[in-house]
C-alpha cells in the first residue's frame, strides 16, 4: 500500500465534502469547509483514530470493506474510487462480491429524502448507511462496528431494535431474514466476507444455525410492512416500512413514514426533531 498517497488522497476528498450535501448538522465554528475526521469516520463505520492513522500513513492495511466504506461516504465518482483501491492495495470488488456501491444516482434519491427516516443495507443485510433521521428514530449506527453493523446479527444475536414484535411476527422476520441471506450467498458463492459472516452467525445463533441447516422459507413480497417503535422519548411510533430494492446494485433501500395529519406523524416529528437536535449539540 502507499501509505502516504493513499492517506493524502482521503484527506483531500475530506476537505472537499461539505457537511451539508450528506445532511450533517453545521453548528459552531468549524475550522474547514469539509468534513470533520470524526464525522467522516462515522459516516464511514470505522473509528477516528484509526481515519487519523490512515491520513498520517501509520496504518496501512485497510480491508476492502473499509475502503469501499471510505469511497462511498466521500462520495468518489468510478475513477476516484478505483484509484483509492489501487492506492490501498486492492483490486476494485468484482461481480463475485456483495456490492455496496452508492451510485451517484441512488444517492441523489437519497438526498431528496433527507428528512425522512432512511436505511440502506446491502444484499448480506449489512449496513451501508443511515440518515440523521433514521438515527433519531431507532438509535445511533455512526458507533457500529464489524459484524455489529449487520442486521441478521442484531436481530438474532446482538440487541435487536427498538422494533416491537409479537413472538409470532418475530419468528417470520428472522425467517425471512435468513432465506433472504441464503438466496444472497447463492449468488456471491466467492465472496470470503460473506462466508465468514454466516460462519459467525452459526458459530452465534443456535436459532440461525437451525434455520440455515433446515433451508428457510423463501422471503415473504411484502412491499410494506406496518413496524411499531418503542421511541425513548416519544413513545411508540407505528410507521410504514417500505423496501425499496435497487436491482442493478443489490441494495435493500428502507423507508420510514406516517400517514400525514396522525398521532403517529406527530410523534415521528418530534422524534426526529429530539434526535437531530442532540446530535448538533
Request: aromatic share 6%; net charge positive; charged share 25%.
Amino acid at each position: 500500500m502507499e501509505s502516504w498517497e493513499f492517506g493524502r488522497m482521503v484527506r483531500r476528498w475530506r476537505d472537499r465534502v461539505a457537511p451539508e450535501t450528506i445532511g450533517m448538522p453545521v453548528g459552531g465554528r468549524r475550522r474547514a469547509a469539509g468534513l470533520r475526521r470524526e464525522e467522516l469516520a462515522g459516516l464511514a463505520g470505522i473509528s477516528a483514530d484509526y481515519l487519523t492513522r490512515l491520513e498520517q500513513g501509520r496504518a496501512t492495511s485497510p480491508s476492502v470493506q473499509v475502503v469501499e466504506s471510505l469511497a462511498r461516504a466521500l462520495r468518489l465518482s468510478d475513477a476516484e474510487r478505483d484509484l483509492l483501491f489501487r492506492l490501498a492495495g486492492h483490486a476494485a470488488p468484482g461481480r463475485d462480491v456483495v456490492p455496496s456501491r452508492v451510485t451517484a444516482s441512488v444517492q441523489r434519491l437519497l438526498d431528496r429524502l433527507a428528512h425522512t427516516p432512511v436505511i440502506v443495507y446491502d444484499a448480506s443485510w449489512t449496513l451501508v448507511l443511515a440518515n440523521a433521521p433514521y438515527d433519531a428514530l431507532m438509535g445511533g449506527t455512526t458507533t457500529w462496528r464489524g459484524i455489529e453493523r449487520n442486521a441478521v446479527w442484531r436481530n438474532l444475536v446482538g440487541p435487536g431494535t427498538r422494533v416491537i414484535h409479537s413472538p409470532e411476527v418475530r419468528a417470520d422476520f428472522e425467517a425471512g431474514l435468513v432465506a433472504d441471506l441464503r438466496l444472497t450467498a447463492a449468488r456471491y458463492p466467492g465472496d470470503r466476507t460473506l462466508k465468514r459472516l454466516v460462519n459467525e452467525l452459526t458459530a452465534q445463533s443456535p436459532r440461525f444455525a437451525e434455520l440455515w441447516r433446515s433451508g428457510a422459507p423463501e422471503l415473504r413480497q411484502d412491499p410494506s410492512r406496518r413496524k411499531t417503535i418503542d421511541h425513548p422519548s416519544v413513545g411508540r411510533i407505528t410507521l410504514d416500512c417500505d423496501i425499496l430494492v435497487v436491482a442493478a446494485d443489490d441494495l435493500r433501500i428502507m423507508v420510514y413514514t406516517a400517514e400525514p395529519g396522525t398521532e403517529d406523524a406527530e410523534r415521528l416529528a418530534l422524534a426526529i426533531v429530539l434526535g437531530t437536535q442532540s446530535l448538533v449539540e
